[in-house]
């Protein structure tokens, strides 16, 4: 019997990420980028924003998300190219994208516990 393969699981994530990369990604642009009265985008007023765990959680699950979408694109862009199959590749590209999601949830933890 042949092992299961975790090629489900990194496109789920793929999906998810591209999703929220469509969606969320814009629409953060679009808050952060609009003209703000004075004082509105300061970092007291920011920060206080993160220290919130829903805002500081929710920050760190979509860049998590972003992180193995784009492993996700490199990997299948890599073999595109032509680069062997080696099984090292995914190992670097979806471990990149995992500890890039335990540093941002670790830094979302840091805003909320200060």
Do not use: K
């Not at 969320?24 to 206080?48: C, K, N, Q």
């Amino acid at each position: 019997m042949r092992p299961r393969s975790p090629e489900p699981l990194f496109w789920t994530l793929f999906g998810a990420g591209g999703m929220l990369a469509a969606l969320v990604g814009p629409a953060l642009v679009l808050i952060l980028g609009l003209p703000f009265p004075p004082g509105a985008l300061e970092y007291a007023t920011l920060r206080g924003a993160m220290g919130h765990p829903l805002v500081a959680l929710g920050l760190g699950v979509n860049v998590g998300l972003w992180l193995f979408h784009a492993a996700h694109r490199i990997l299948h862009t890599l073999y595109d190219l032509g680069v062997p199959h080696a099984p090292w590749l995914p190992r670097v590209c979806y471990g990149g994208a995992t500890a890039g999601t335990l540093a941002a949830l670790g830094v979302a933890l840091a805003w909320v516990l200060q």
